[in-house]
């Protein structure tokens, strides 16, 4: 079983940079791929990155690739996602989810794939 708990979001201008933390209790956090995904109002859940359990590997989706990146502390239990020259449309609630670690390496872009899941984070980008 793992908790997980988003946090660092909030109300920033066009072109502005936040960080989301993703904070694990549980155990063998360091066992579990994260993916994070978000979702605006009347829109589906759209996922947005994820990064391998030893944080080697990462994947985004196509409308935050360099701009946005992942990293992980397993030491700390903690998972980040730093996002950059943020746009009106990034606009949503964020949250992070965690999947059991496959062999080779998959990082899904699909829901179904993680196992457990954060509350979310509001993150609004103003223009």
């Known amino acids: 079983q793992v908790q997980l708990v988003e946090s660092g979001g909030g109300v920033v201008q066009a072109g502005d940079s936040l960080r989301l933390s993703c904070a694990a209790s549980?155990?063998?956090?360091?066992?579990?791929?994260v993916g994070w995904f978000r979702q605006a109002p009347g829109k589906e859940r759209q996922f947005v990155g994820a990064i391998n359990d030893i944080g080697t590997m990462t994947y985004f989706a196509e409308s935050v690739r360099g701009r946005f990146t992942l990293s992980r502390d397993n030491a700390k239990n903690m998972a980040y996602l730093q996002m950059n020259n943020l746009k009106p449309e990034d606009t949503a609630v964020y949250s992070c989810a965690a999947g059991v670690a496959l062999s080779p390496v998959v990082l899904t872009p699909t829901p179904g794939g993680y196992d457990y899941w954060g509350q979310g984070t509001q993150v609004t980008v103003s223009s």
């Open positions: 549980g155990r063998l956090f360091s066992t579990y791929a």
